[in-house]
């Protein structure tokens, strides 16, 4: 069984920084891509930041300058650092595993893809 564990979320003023993680552990095979996406009320999950295994890191259009996504591939470790942080930042931040793990069955291996629980960052102005 694989757990995501996130850690950093937080209440900040505006132009201030936090920084989260988010760790997997368990049965992991290979890692396709990490990464964070959030949620605000009313409002759609999108992509934050991930990174790919070969390294080519994607930013969501709002955060892009600002935020830095950045990874411990050896402990299949996670972390985003956000700067500069605004009030249309505040949202539920999720950590999102793209990953190789034993099959169920018939197969050996089986892409999974798994979601942390959340993490609240707020952003006041």
């Known amino acids: 069984q694989v757990q995501l564990e996130e850690s950093g979320g937080g209440l900040v003023q505006a132009g201030g920084s936090l920084r989260l993680s988010c760790a997997a552990s368990?049965?992991?095979?290979?890692?396709?891509?990490m990464g964070w996406y959030r949620q605000a009320p009313g409002h759609e999950r999108e992509l934050v930041a991930d990174?790919?295994?070969?390294?080519?890191?994607k930013y969501g259009d709002s955060v892009q300058g600002r935020f830095t996504i950045s990874r411990d591939a050896t402990k299949n470790t996670v972390f985003l650092q956000m700067n500069s942080l605004k009030p249309e930042d505040t949202a539920v931040y999720y950590c999102?595993?793209?990953?190789?793990?034993?099959?169920?069955?018939?197969?050996?291996?089986?892409?999974?893809?798994?979601w942390g629980q959340g993490t609240q960052v707020t952003v006041s102005s």
């Open positions: 999102n595993l793209d990953y190789v793990g034993p099959g169920d069955g018939t197969q050996a291996y089986s892409r999974r893809e798994l």
């Open positions: 990174i790919v295994s070969g390294g080519r890191i």
């Open positions: 368990g049965s992991i095979f290979s890692v396709n891509a």
